[in-house]
Structures are given as structure tokens and as C-alpha cells.
């Protein structure tokens, strides 16, 4: 991972099982549950044939802090530092297998957008070594973003600098995975090796269809209410507050669920958005909950919301439509498209604000949304056929 971790989100919160207390006063810690951690866990479940490290610049650290779970799974946490250009860089990382007796093969598991400022420094430190990379999100290459309107002149300047740097990188590049089909034409373009089309993973033993009266009493919901719910890290990119303007503006009978968190300073912007859809007890502010507490939420629901500019799955609406949920959801990632394929769902515009209210007023007021069958959501998703995958990925890339 070739972002610090996202500590601001953890104010006034409990920190991580596996924490340092730093020099400094303040603290490094290692949460255990990003994409790479699930992957290579997941991949461990199956096979024993890959030894697998997460890496991970931290500014906070003064030293490298690692721990090693019991699944063999080892993280390390590199101190780094941020450049004027705002790229972080980790001097650590970069030469922390030079001095190793390279006795083993090395892949870099790496992933897409953050590829040419750390990423571009491993690739260039470990170049004798193999590539693996993953587009995160939409396929979006700095090409796309040359022909959008700038106000800033120097910005295309800077697109098309990062345009010719990124086909020379991708010379480099053993095998791309990526998650949906936007702009899967201009990848093409920059990359002509193997690509192999594959999402993040679910646990679908956990995460299926239970009582939903049950759950909605240790939740304190009545029966009869209408119950929409979203599931996500809360910053600007989800468009939380948006979906909050819409309910404002809808008489209907129902109450929105908010689970996630985010930094303090966005979390009482939203609260402040919603001030009279609370005062009307139409909305709450859950918080950060564990997998366990999810599932609960998930099967008390009657509609999953989820209205992002940009995602890669997502992992929650995976999660929700494992749990047989209906889905609203913005025409973006890989969920949309399969839920376009099946008929399933209502996917709407990304910023038609007004497509979104018509069809949520539709839905409130009794118009049916197709579920996703189950069996193609563990089709598509379930971690031991995602994991399967990369398997296949990484034993081609080391021959």
C-alpha cells in the first residue's frame, strides 16, 4: 500500500489491536483489514506456496514497526516522509531487500492510481523483481484526464508529463488486473500484457440472508418502517451529503442508517446537513461498526444506498447483496455493471440528482427492485473464487 494510513480517521477512537506507542507521543498501529491484507490472508487459506509481506509508509513512524499474524501474514509499517509534491516516499522501503540474501523471487503486488510515486521509486529499486498491478476504481489513466476542461493550464502539462511516464512504467508491468470496464480501451493503449478482470473479495458465510425482524429489534427499529441504508468511509467522493439533500426534500416514511466513519471535521459537516431529518428521527449516525455488527445492519435493511462518484466493487454492496438486499447504487464500479447485466438493482446517474430522487421516491412509494440472485453474488465475489484468481495471476507472473 503506497498510502499512509488514514490516522485523522481514528480521532476519538479506539486504536487498532496492533499498536506502538511512538517517540513522539503519538502512535503507529496496523489494522489488519485493507484490500491487501484480505487478499494475501485469503490467498493463505488456499495455498502455501507464497510467503506474503504488506508494506505501508507511515509518517508517523520512526522506525520500521512489523507484526507478524498467525496466519503468517507479515505487515511492516516504513517511516516516510512527504515531498513538496505531495508523493510519499519511504528511503526504508526502498532498500529493504538490497541488503538481503536474494534467495527468494519477489513479487510487488502494487495498485492503481497511486502508480507513479512510490510505486514508480519500487519499481525502479526492485526492477531485477516481478509486478503485479490493480486498478483500484475506474480504469482512469492520466490520458483521460487530458481531455477534460481545465482551468489551470499547467495541469495538462502535468497530465501529459504523467501520460508519458506511465506508458514507459508500464513496460514494466507483468500482469494488470482491473475491476471494470471503463476505459478498458485506453488501458489497452498503455499496456499490452496479460490483464485479468477481477474484483476484491467477500466472506459469504458470513455474509447472507437472516432474520430481518430479529435483527431489526437489537437495532431498535419498528417493523414497519421503511429502513435505507449506506455502508462507507464518509469524505466527499461518497456523496453522502447529497443522498442527505435528496431525503430532505421526500415526505415518505422512512429512516437512513449511516455506518462509517470519517474525520471529525466531516463527520459534524453531515451532521449539520442532516439536522432536520434528525430532529424528525429520519436519519442516524451509526459509526464505525465491526464485520459481526454489519451483518445485522445489512438483513435489517430494506434498501442498500450507495451513491460514490468513483469505486472499484464496492466490497459493502457486495456484502449487501450477499445478505439479499436490494441495491441503489451509482453507475460506477463493478457491482453497477453486474447488476446492469442481471436487470438487478436501480443504478443511476453519478451526479443526476434528480434521476436519484424520482427513483427513490418510486421505490418508497412501492415500485419493486429486482434482487441479485445469491448464487451469482458468491459467483462473482466470493473470496475463495477471488483468491483462486490471483493465484492463477501470481503463478504465471513467477515463471
Not at 491487501?36 to 493463505?44: F, G, H, I, K, T
Not at 506474503?52 to 505487515?75: C, M
Not at 436519519?283 to 454489519?294: K, V
Request: charged share 25%.
Amino acid at each position: 500500500m503506497n498510502h499512509p494510513p488514514a490516522y485523522e480517521e481514528h480521532t476519538n477512537k479506539p486504536r487498532p489491536v496492533i499498536n506502538w506507542d511512538t517517540p513522539n507521543g503519538k502512535w503507529v498501529g496496523i489494522a489488519g483489514y485493507d484490500w491487501s491484507d484480505q487478499l494475501a490472508s485469503e490467498v493463505l487459506k488456499i495455498t502455501g506456496e507464497f510467503e506474503h509481506e504488506v508494506w505501508q509508509p507511515d509518517l508517523r513512524a520512526d522506525k520500521i514497526y512489523s507484526h507478524t499474524f498467525e496466519n503468517g501474514l507479515t505487515q511492516r509499517m516504513f517511516p516516510a516522509v512527504e515531498k513538496p509534491n505531495k508523493e510519499i516516499t519511504s528511503s526504508l522501503m526502498l532498500t529493504f531487500y538490497l541488503s538481503e540474501d536474494l534467495k527468494h523471487q519477489y513479487i510487488f503486488h502494487i495498485s492503481y492510481p497511486h502508480f507513479l510515486g512510490l510505486n514508480k521509486e519500487l519499481m525502479d529499486t526492485y526492477h531485477n523483481d516481478k509486478f503485479v498491478l490493480t486498478f483500484h476504481g475506474d480504469t482512469s489513466l492520466p490520458f483521460n484526464a487530458l481531455f477534460r476542461m481545465q482551468r489551470n493550464p499547467f495541469k495538462k502539462i502535468y497530465y501529459l508529463k504523467q501520460h508519458f511516464s506511465a506508458k514507459h512504467y508500464f513496460k514494466g508491468v507483468d500482469h494488470v488486473t482491473y475491476q471494470t470496464e471503463k476505459n478498458i480501451g485506453t488501458l489497452k493503449r498503455y499496456y499490452h500484457g496479460n490483464l485479468t478482470k477481477v474484483t476484491m473479495g467477500i466472506n459469504t458465510k458470513k455474509f447472507r440472508v437472516i432474520d430481518k425482524n430479529e435483527c431489526r429489534g437489537k437495532l431498535l427499529i419498528p417493523k414497519e418502517t421503511k429502513v435505507l441504508l449506506t455502508v462507507s468511509r464518509l469524505y466527499n467522493l461518497k456523496q453522502v451529503d447529497k443522498f442527505i439533500d435528496i431525503l430532505s426534500k421526500i415526505k415518505e416514511n422512512f429512516i437512513f442508517l449511516v455506518v462509517g466513519h470519517g474525520t471529525s471535521e466531516y463527520e459534524e459537516y453531515l451532521h449539520l446537513k442532516a439536522k432536520n431529518l434528525s430532529n424528525k428521527n429520519r436519519i442516524r449516525f451509526e459509526g464505525y461498526t465491526t464485520s459481526n455488527e454489519l451483518v445485522t445492519y445489512y438483513n435489517a435493511a430494506d434498501l442498500f444506498i450507495h451513491v460514490s462518484k468513483s469505486e472499484a466493487g464496492p466490497v459493502s454492496i457486495m456484502e449487501a447483496m450477499a445478505c439479499g438486499l436490494p441495491i441503489f447504487c451509482t453507475d460506477t464500479g463493478n457491482a453497477a455493471e453486474v447488476l446492469r447485466a442481471n436487470n438487478a438493482g436501480i443504478v443511476v446517474g453519478i451526479d443526476n440528482y434528480k434521476e436519484w430522487k424520482e427513483k427513490l421516491i418510486d421505490y418508497l412509494r412501492g415500485k419493486t427492485i429486482k434482487v441479485l440472485d445469491v448464487d451469482i453474488v458468491k459467483e462473482h465475489y466470493d473470496w475463495k473464487n477471488i483468491a483462486g484468481k490471483f493465484i492463477k495471476i501470481y503463478d504465471q507472473v513467477k515463471k
